[in-house]
């Protein structure tokens, strides 16, 4: 899992066709801490969230395992929105 911060939207007037209705937004991985780092990524929205949101990403073939997604040509989808993050 990827913990990331949104940052932005994707608008794809064309796409392929098991992606339509699809909302599509760009994150950052961030640390625990919520410091940026690493590069943007594009993920599929599952969960509603909004910009600004820290979120858990998921990647690869665990992507497709996301509500609706599993024939779906996708390699990364947003599964929860953060509350919080705790380290002992």
């Known amino acids: ?9 994707v608008v794809a007037t064309r796409k392929d066709e098991r992606l339509v209705s699809c909302k ?7 640390s625990p801490d919520g ?5 943007h990524l594009v993920a599929v929205d599952t969960v509603d969230a909004g910009f600004g949101e820290t979120v858990l990403i998921v990647s690869g073939s665990s992507a497709r395992m996301a ?22």
């Open 24 to 30: 599509l937004l760009v994150a950052r991985p961030v």
């Open 67 to 88: 509500d609706g997604l599993a024939q779906s040509p996708v390699d990364a989808a947003i599964v929860g929105i953060v509350d919080t993050v705790s380290m002992a």
């Open 1 to 9: 899992m990827i913990l990331a911060r949104v940052v932005g939207t």
């Open 35 to 39: 410091q940026l780092e690493g590069t």
